[in-house]
């Protein structure tokens, strides 16, 4: 199984919409790492794109801003995001 859309985070005081917000980089990465953590757990899923790379007009809810700039070291997200699938042998 593909989750196909996923994320809805934004950052606090930047305006517009999206499903949670955090407070801070530090803190959006943190929820972006759980959100990727809890895709990778034992189970169907066997890969995701998260929605969406860019914010666009009122959805703020990108990993990028609608200029185009990281809101988050890219660098981090990379980490994250390549967070490998859990094995379920190991997990009940």
Not at 58 to 77: A, S
Request: with cysteine.
């Amino acid at each position: 199984m593909l989750v196909t859309e996923f994320g809805g985070l934004r950052l606090s005081g930047s305006g517009g919409w999206g499903y949670s917000d955090a407070r801070d980089p530090d803190q959006f990465l943190s929820i972006y790492a759980g959100l990727i953590d809890g895709l990778m757990q034992p189970g169907p899923v066997e890969g995701f794109c998260y929605t969406q790379l860019t914010d666009v007009e009122q959805e703020t809810n990108g990993l990028l801003t609608f200029d185009r700039i990281p809101k988050v070291d890219p660098g981090l997200v990379r980490v994250a995001t390549q967070t490998p699938k859990a094995d379920s042998k190991n997990h009940p």
